[in-house]
């Protein structure tokens, strides 16, 4: 006995031996005193063990690992469940961007798949030929080969292409009528995927989304460029959870699954863009591209009196369902032109020059002035005289005719009667140098003319400027407005169709920089730009590739008012390129002359053919023609029966301003950044609070104080200003809004400064 409790228990049984043997006790009382050890050994051994046992049931927790976590977690799991991504749709309702998940359908044939009331939640045998009628009814599934495939010896099985790509309506068709037909053991795998049905369709403006992976292991939509990246937060909604038990074979027990958080879907984009005048921009344009060979074209139809974006385009482009085909196509690029492209815009900043100098009294339209001038050691000249080394229009015309024939000289002279500090004060009241946070993101902020004074009068004929062409459309908009400038809109409806809501944007009016009489001036010479003989860049003079000579923007016969805008390209080394080509054709066009809908902007750049202004007027005829002749359809009040939605302010204080803006805009909120600091430090709506959509909200920044302009303004929001820089406000008449004030939008003012505002 005492050598086998040796070698069972080693050690601690030789030294019981040998005091066993120097006890000289009896063999009997040696086993009785064995006993009585081994027994107390097994007391302390069992306590030990109680004592564990008792404390992994307290605390469940071993070397770090949770057990009951990991009990659970062998008889049930929790899983996301991806909320379906919101549409994007045109202003019509035509889908533009839609969630494509697709479903396969497949059988449960496990016999141990059965519920807690042990009723099998798998196809039995003796129901295999009404499910293959089923599924011969609902998809068209052979249904010999239905019944061949639930006669596998396999856990679940599917039912090849028949059953695969399944829209989710027609999903959650077959399992309602799967369930009024009490056919069990059918269920669905998801495959997600995001589709553009109308294909080349604003390809760069719309982005692209597509599957990754989550840190959770699931795979969502993510958004990576244009609006799909800028509304992502908007499109994706909140993931849900499910919770459900599983067989030892880790497999789900159908019957058992429960909603642990409520999935809530994304919400629906409905866009600015009419997708007739789209679709047929886009064909114009691939014909533009290939008549010039330009190395980048951009074209944009803009609603005059709301500042709606009704299509946009640029090339090169691709099908948003192809994206291989983006580095075969030498000037591609992934950013959107409208927005991201800053670039020196030449004459059609003309349009601006002459109306600050109107609307500040500094020029009259027949003064005379000479074609010559030389600012230090620069000389400025005329495109007749740049293409041809001479004169071929008169050395001396009128601030009118030079306006006209798009004269350099006549305008850097307007410029210098003006003063650069008056211009710089309207660039300011125009926004040149701000992005306008339409909420799209990664916008081009483009640049005001240096303090160098030939920039600065350079900058009259659009050089030494920069600006992208959704800043040169939010100016051109006060020409058609009565002065009154818009902010540009590429959302007009978010809709959340899980609560059946709805937010909807209005027009915006950010400022008034010019009277109604300058505007009107200057677009009466703009007609003249396209129908004057003798003087009009737009006016052609003789026939060319087709054209009958005379106005080139028209719109069934109707002369458009038009300015047109050659400018050069800075070279990457510095100075600018100096190709015979090598320079940005524009031009802008308003239908009608006198009350404008709708303008028209687009530029090419470095054509390879002989440059036409036919190039941009076909497109622009065309465009506008069509817009002209749906304005009932693009004016048409939206009938949609929903409620309408509120948004919650958040704390934005801490902030960056420009992302701040942005973010509110995607909100439809107009967000007014006061000061040119990086961070909010105030807000004039508290967080937490909710409001309707289109809500001012003043963001006051850490920057120095500068003097919004606060055109269309309320006295409460005023008095907010006031309170924030202490200004002392003295105001003229009794209306409810801002209608003018002393101090120009933009200059810096300082704290206690006295402003008066004019109330109409």
Known sequence: MIKFLSRLFGTPHRLIQKKAQKSQLTPESNRKRVGKIVFLLSIVLFTVFIFRFVWLITVNRVGGVDLAKMAKENYSTTVTVNAKRGTIYDRNGTPIAIDSSTYTIYAVIDKTQTDANGNPQYVVPDKYDEVANFLNKELNIDKDYAISQLKQKKSQVQFGTQGMKISPSRMTQIEKDAENQKIVGLGFSAQLARSYPQGNFASQFVGFASPQNTNSGGTVLVGSSGLENAYNSVLSGENGEINYQKDPFGR????????????????DVYTTIDGPIQSNLENLLDNAAKVSGGQQLSATLMDAHTGEILATSQRPTINANNQNTASKQEYFTWSNLLYQSQFEPGSTMKTFLLASALDSNHVNLNQSFTRTLKVYDVDINDWDWNEYGEFRLPTSVTAAQGFEMSSNVVMSKIEMQMGNSTWNQYLKRLKFGVPTRFGLGGEGFGSLPSSNPVSQIQSAFGQGISATPIQLLRGWTSFANGGEMLEPHVVNKIYDSDNKTAISTSPEVIGKPFSSKSVDTVRDLMVGVNTDPNYGTAYLTKDDAGH??????????????VKTGTAQIAAPNGGYMTGPQD???SAVAM???????????????IPTSDWFLGYISDVA?????????????IEATDTTNYTAGKVTIADYKGKGPGSTSDK?????LNPVVIGTGDKVTEQSIASGEEVSANTKILLLTNGDPTMPDTYKWKKDQVEQLAKWYNLKITYKGDGDTVSGQSVSAGQDIKRGQSITINMN
């Not at 005379?550 to 458009?560: A, R």
């Not at 009608?592 to 709708?598: A, L, R, S, T, W």
């Not at 509110?664 to 439809?668: A, V």
């Open 548 to 561: 009958s000579p005379g106005p080139l923007f028209l719109v069934n016969g109707n002369p458009m008012a």
């Open 664 to 668: 509110l805009r995607q909100e439809l």
């Open 591 to 605: 239908y009608p002359p006198k009350n404008p809908d709708f303008i028209f902007y687009m530029n090419i750049k």
């Open 583 to 585: 320079n940005m054709y």
């Open 621 to 633: 005829n065309n465009v506008v023609a069509q817009a002209e002749a749906r304005k009932s359809q």
């Open 252 to 267: 789900p027990l159908p019957g058992s699954t429960k909603t642990i958080k409520q999935t809530e879907n994304g919400k």
